[in-house]
């Protein structure tokens, strides 16, 4: 290849695509979390918490939709992760290279590409219809959690993928069963790992929105809920009901409820970093 | 002791066989109500008709309107995300600083945690005022803001993936490049690109699913008006956008309204699930092996 002046030139010019292409990304996400703080954090108040959803704009809350949210997070959790870490477990540690280890890693990488609201229509007949839950909270968390358990598998086994041979060996050596030695020291020493996809995978879970709405998630909710079978809304939910409207308050309560949405996604990515720094810090073997 | 291992090995089984349950779950029930839905509407009207209107009067129920919208859409999508974030790939891997790539990708990542529904006010709320400084013919709701919007969003996707891809490429091949007296713009893009090619089909083809599939964003922004047409100015409608659209009404169950969404689910599934298993075999048949 001759090197002369143009293909410097060309250098230099990708260079500078380059830098421009990745800082425009970060303006636009700059300019997209400005608008919004600009827009609503005069809206943010203690009243705007507590309120409950109301006709009049100014009024209005969203109790009842981070009350949703909560519930939402903590059953999709409960469900998701024994399931998940489990079946990741499975796959990593007992699974022969077999063809149905094939089947099941292939089945799992296509359900990760399965859109969101796919699962909001199995949530709708499986959970919804044929198991009598209506639309409750348990309908929701249940579809939620099978649209993240791919996301929990693949990052449960990369987690314990990272475990060197020899600390398994060594505990086969001791006289230590296969559960015994998952249990006392291949867990243990992936538990960083584990945790940080899962939280990632959670924090997917609390902003998802087109799943909810099929399976019957209301946009109107008069009282926060109390239990599992309570209809509920989310804050998505709640944003995506506001937005739609053409009054320019409800625009205001939308992004004020977005900072809030964008808090706990936030709040919940960074403990997922700071855990798999940590992680990665503390164990080296 | 035996009997212990052999039943916690049986529940892990089962915690992995869930995911085969799903899959089996989600094309059962879209085949009973698309076939439900396809005893009372002919497969060939479905499929050529141009008028989709199942919740008016005058009921017409052709899928190409909402495939239009879809393409439309997921078309301006890629091209945006597809050139921005190989760019930046190439960029990171083969240009940046080693401490600037660690500041700048946990930034970038920043763009895909933020949820789809504040996406959906940014194209409405930002993207499409200031898009009518330049177009003023546009419409309130239209196919370019979303569609540029849900580019944006997918960016961090593809350059994520490009950029795995790359990196994978051995360090020799480069420093091969390089000892021939190439630029690194001549050894990123002779030597770099081609090595890492099926890992970037791979990216592009997610991708392409990907905005398929998304839902909230043209929810919001796009408006919700069915229209077999390739102008991004106008209020379109895609498959997705619509079943969000009946899924808010009060639609009663086992009607033929409500068995539209799963017809329409259907067709959204085939296009994912094919450009989901192009990708899964592109990924193990081409991966490059380096010793």
């Known amino acids: ?285 | 002791m035996k009997l212990k291992e052999k039943i916690i090995e049986k529940l892990l089984a089962a915690c992995a066989l869930l995911t085969i349950l799903t899959t089996i779950g989600i094309i059962l029930i879209l085949l009973v109500e698309a076939i439900g839905f396809f005893q009372e509407v002919s497969i060939v009207d479905f499929l050529t008709d141009t008028q989709w209107t199942p919740l008016f009067s005058q009921k017409s129920y052709g899928i190409l309107p909402l495939l239009s919208g879809t393409f439309l859409t997921t078309f301006i999508a890629i091209a945006v995300a597809l050139p921005v974030g190989l760019t930046i790939a190439i960029y990171l891997n083969e240009y940046a600083p080693k401490r600037f790539k660690m500041v700048l990708k946990p930034l970038l990542e920043v763009l895909a945690v933020v949820p789809t529904v504040v996406y959906g006010f940014f194209a409405l709320m930002i993207v499409t005022p200031f898009l009518k400084n330049f177009i003023p013919e546009l419409s309130g709701f239209n196919a370019l803001s979303p569609g540029i919007v849900m580019g944006i969003m997918i960016i961090p996707f593809v350059s994520s993936l490009s950029e795995d891809a790359l990196s994978s490429v051995p360090n020799s091949l480069r420093q091969a490049s390089f000892g021939m007296g190439s630029t690194k713009f001549q050894t990123a893009f002779r030597v770099m690109v081609p090595a890492a090619s099926s890992g970037i089909i791979v990216s592009a083809i997610l991708a392409i699913s990907r905005a398929i599939g998304e839902t909230m964003i043209v929810a919001i922004a796009a408006g919700h008006q069915p229209r077999l047409t390739l102008d991004p100015t106008i209020p379109i409608e895609t498959i997705t956008a619509y079943i969000v659209q009946v899924s808010m009404g009060d639609v009663p169950y086992g009607t033929l309204a409500y068995k539209t969404i799963f017809a329409a689910g259907i067709t959204l599934f085939v296009f994912t699930f094919i450009l989901n298993n192009i990708s899964y075999w592109i990924r193990t048949k081409y991966q490059e092996k380096y010793e």
């Not at chain 1, 990272?162 to 230590?176: E, L």
């Not at chain 1, 790992?193 to 709405?213: H, K, Y």
């Open chain 1, 1 to 285: 290849m001759s090197n002369n002046r143009s293909s410097r030139y060309k250098d230099k010019i990708f260079q500078g695509m380059g830098i421009t292409a990745t800082f425009s990304c970060i303006l636009i996400l700059a300019i997209f979390l400005g608008f919004i703080i600009y827009q609503g954090i005069e809206r943010l108040s203690w009243d705007f918490m507590v309120s409950l959803p109301s006709r009049f704009a100014d009024q209005s809350g969203i109790y009842t939709a981070w009350i949703g949210t909560l519930w939402v997070l903590v059953l999709t959790t409960v469900i998701s992760f024994p399931i998940g870490v489990g079946a990741g477990i499975y796959l990593e540690e007992y699974g022969k290279k077999n063809k149905l280890s094939t089947f099941l890693e292939i089945n799992i990488a296509n359900l990760a590409g399965v859109p969101s609201i796919i699962y909001g229509l199995l949530g709708l007949e499986v959970f919804v219809r044929l198991a009598k839950m209506g639309n409750s909270i348990l309908a929701g968390s249940l579809t939620l959690s099978l649209l993240i358990l791919p996301i929990i598998i693949v990052s449960t086994r990369e987690a314990l993928r990272a475990v060197p041979k020899t600390i398994k060996d060594a505990s086969f050596a001791m006289g230590a069963s296969k559960w015994q030695t998952i249990w006392k020291q291949v867990l243990p020493a992936s538990f960083g790992g584990i945790l940080t996809g899962v939280i990632l995978a959670i924090s997917r879970a609390v902003g998802e929105t087109a799943p909810l709405i099929v399976v019957g998630a209301l946009a109107y909710v008069p009282f926060a809920p109390t239990g599992p079978f309570d209809e509920f809304t989310v804050l998505p939910i709640q944003i995506f009901n506001w937005v739609s409207r053409p009054q320019h308050e409800f625009v205001i309560n939308a992004a004020a409820a977005i900072i809030v949405l964008l808090s706990i996604t936030f709040v919940m990515n960074g403990i997922a970093v700071y855990l798999r720094n940590r992680w990665q810090k503390k164990v080296s073997w």
